[in-house]
């Protein structure tokens, strides 16, 4: 099993930046990929960004330049950090994690922009 703990969420103005972590533990033999998800009110929930085990990173077209995602190898750990960040980014961002051929989710943590 595989435990996803999210931090960072909450509510910031338009403009404003804020950064998102996620850490994965338990017992596990490979870890393929990490990355974060959203669902916005009303939406389905969509990708953010997903960063490999090669440290390759994988961004939706419309984050590309705002989001940038990274990862702590060592601590299976994975960040994004996001700025110039819009009231349509408002959302429940979940972590993912791909690990020994099952998804695994976090809880999720919400970010709110707002004035």
């Known amino acids: 099993q595989v435990q996803l703990v999210e931090s960072g969420g909450g509510l910031v103005q338009p403009g404003g930046s804020l950064r998102l972590s996620c850490a994965a533990s338990?017992?596990?033999?490979?870890?393929?990929?990490m990355g974060w998800y959203r669902q916005a009110p009303g939406k389905q929930r969509e990708l953010v960004a997903e960063?490999?085990?090669?440290?390759?990173?994988n961004y939706a077209s419309s984050m590309k330049g705002r989001f940038t995602i990274s990862r702590d190898g060592a601590k299976n750990t994975v960040y994004l950090q996001m700025n110039s960040l819009e009231p349509d980014d408002t959302a429940v961002y979940y972590c993912?994690?791909?690990?020994?051929?099952?998804?695994?989710w976090g809880k999720g943590t919400l970010v709110t922009v707002s004035s």
């Open positions: 993912n994690a791909y690990v020994d051929d099952i998804d695994y």
């Open positions: 338990g017992t596990f033999f490979r870890l393929v990929a």
């Open positions: 960063i490999f085990n090669t440290g390759s990173p």
